[in-house]
């Protein structure tokens, strides 16, 4: 059973747009939730992350939407630039933070 | 400062065979843990390693091993290779107390059975 379900597969956006890629998880035990960014032949970076403590939290042009009651997540991307482009991964762990699931990852192209 | 490093970087292998890929987590880490990343997937946890022991083991089969290092670097063995094992395995590096949650990943070992 996948843990944690993300979609849209892939997003074509232009610049100055918004970019939204969207994850759902299973377990209500999650109570941390990372988005990576991976470029191509480089492993993945951490964007930015949130607790279920908050519904929000907002970095530079990234923000992250958390919707405790529904087990959905959400990445938005402001003002999206060519440099963006990139694949993006939500994942979801545990407060030990042993063992990350991600998702299946959403291809973004922001085209200039 | 390095960051997480891992060899070799790519590797061609043949059904049946073992394979070793090594990792050295970035300066200050402890805690090491692998991940298979098929083309066009998420990464899967495989397994994590601290304080030289199997901390948490994933979905994989006992061919699946691996070992830590007192100085924190870590292999990680697959035996009796299968087509389906062909992937990019990424070692992600965790920090010592306190642990914000942030995994740093290497470039990956980019694995391909024939």
């Known amino acids: 059973q996948q843990q944690v379900k993300q979609s849209p597969q892939s997003l074509i956006v232009q610049k100055g747009g918004i970019s939204i890629i969207n994850c759902a998880y299973e377990?209500?035990?999650?109570?941390?939730f990372p988005w990576y960014q991976q470029f191509p032949g480089k492993g993945p970076a951490l964007l930015i992350a949130?607790?279920?403590?908050?519904s929000e939290k907002k970095e530079g042009r990234f923000t992250i939407s958390f919707n405790k009651s529904a087990k959905q997540f959400s990445l938005h991307i402001m003002d999206s630039q060519p440099g963006d482009s990139a694949t993006y991964f939500c994942?979801?762990?545990?407060?030990?933070?042993?063992?990350?699931?991600f998702g299946s990852g959403t291809k973004l192209n922001v085209k200039p | 400062d390095a960051g997480v490093t891992q060899s070799p970087t790519h590797l061609i292998k043949t059904r049946g065979q073992q394979v070793t890929l090594r990792c050295s987590p970035k300066?200050?880490?402890?805690?090491v843990s692998w991940y298979q990343q098929a083309l066009g997937q998420g990464p899967q946890f495989i397994f994590q390693?601290?304080?030289?022991?199997?901390?948490q083991r994933g979905n994989f089969p006992d061919r699946f091993s691996g070992h830590q290092f007192p100085n924190y670097s870590s292999e990680l063995n697959v035996n009796a290779l299968l087509l389906g094992d062909s992937a990019l395995y990424l070692c992600?590096?965790?920090?010592?107390?306190?642990?914000?949650?942030?995994?740093?990943f290497g470039e990956g070992s980019r694995l391909t059975v024939l």
């Open positions: 992600a590096s965790s920090g010592k107390v306190p642990n914000t949650g942030e995994l740093f």
């Open positions: 377990n209500t035990a999650f109570d941390y």
């Open positions: 949130i607790r279920p403590d908050v």
């Open positions: 994942a979801a762990s545990r407060y030990n933070f042993n063992k990350f699931y």
């Open positions: 300066s200050g880490h402890d805690t």
């Open positions: 390693y601290y304080e030289e022991e199997e901390r």
